[in-house]
């Protein structure tokens, strides 16, 4: 069996990438855009394509070489902060990006079973009544990053419908562990608390919202469900994947400063405060769990003592790089 991961190097990518190798004997391939050092530890073991997939037919002749049975389609915008800053940006690439991919498989005629990946993001807006969240709740997207995953979603459905594209669609809540860069709440604190830890900054972290509550799972759960979905999962569906408890973000900062053990000042900033956050977010995954049994196992302390792990180690590397 062959499979093709793009977005390969990315937070989820890489971690996808280690599964596949330590649990099948597939033969793995990926495509990269920019740094590839997530997957550096497993070049021996990959092929690589650098690749700007927002080319069509670069696409097209990746696909046609690779001939994979299995698309893992993860390259994307994923910061929706971003997007409200380039909205244009991201609606462009996620949307063309996953345009390409499938338009190339029913194009090529491939037998290819893809993965289409949005994001619980596109429930958006979530009231009290919808929790938790399953397939049917309503999608009011909130931001430019979710409306992009509600197009890759629906142009999963419209290939599968109108060319027979064994698209399978899933809805991963928010995720953490190693590898996962700034720019989200939980990499944000391990990072400063690391940089705390190592003198380079005041024991000191601003925060917005702390009281609101989000479903939070393990990268590597989420990517065994990934595996799960694709392979049992049925075309055309839809699946949430989620840690199906919550967590509010006052927990995972105080699960984070107690695991540093460090006497750190929460200071509340306005500024950080996004009036579109929703106060509670839970997923329904008995929908994937019926099909494949699968579910997330990761206890949350260790998805963050290992991502702290990870920000300590790449503080400590930065460090030495910045000295003369």
């Not at 650098?50 to 069509?56: F, G, T, V």
């Not at 479903?215 to 392979?231: E, H, K, N, P």
Request: hydrophobic fraction near 40%; charged fraction near 25%; charge should be negative.
């Amino acid at each position: 069996m062959r499979a093709l991961i793009t977005g390969i190097s990315g937070f989820a990518g890489s971690h996808l990438a280690e599964y596949l190798l330590s649990h099948t004997d597939w033969h793995v391939t990926g495509t990269v855009y920019g740094p590839d050092s997530n997957v550096a530890h497993l070049k021996d073991r990959l092929a690589l394509y650098p690749a700007e997939l927002s080319q069509s037919q670069l696409v097209r002749d990746i696909l046609q070489e690779v001939r994979p049975d299995f698309v893992f389609h993860l390259a994307a915008q994923p910061s929706p902060g971003l997007s409200r800053r380039d909205p244009w940006f991201t609606l462009e690439n996620n949307i063309r990006v996953q345009l390409n991919i499938l338009d190339a498989v029913a194009q090529i005629g491939l037998a290819s079973r893809v993965l289409v990946v949005g994001s619980a993001d596109e429930y958006g807006l979530v009231l009290p009544d919808d929790l938790p969240i399953d397939e049917n709740t309503p999608l009011r997207p909130t931001t430019p990053y979710a409306v992009s995953k509600v197009a890759q979603d629906y142009l999963g459905l419209q290939y599968f419908l109108s060319h027979k594209v064994a698209t399978i669609r899933v809805r991963p809540f928010n995720h953490i562990g190693p590898r996962q860069s700034k720019g989200f709440v939980a990499p944000d604190f391990a990072s400063q608390i690391a940089e705390i830890e190592a003198g380079l900054r005041p024991p000191e972290i601003r925060v917005g919202a702390l009281d609101v509550s989000r479903d939070l799972s393990d990268v590597r759960d989420i990517v065994r469900g990934y595996y799960l979905a694709l392979t049992q999962g049925e075309p055309g569906e839809v699946y949430n994947l989620g840690a199906e408890r919550e967590c509010t973000i006052r927990a995972l900062l105080e699960t984070l400063i107690s695991l540093a053990k460090l006497d750190v000042r929460i200071v509340q900033d306005p500024l950080l405060v996004r009036s579109s956050d929703v106060p509670r977010i839970v997923a329904d995954c008995r929908k994937l769990r019926a099909r494949t049994e699968w579910r997330a196992e990761i206890p949350f302390e260790q998805s963050l003592r290992d991502l702290l792990d990870y920000w300590r180690q790449r503080v400590s590397v930065e460090a030495v790089k910045d000295q003369p």
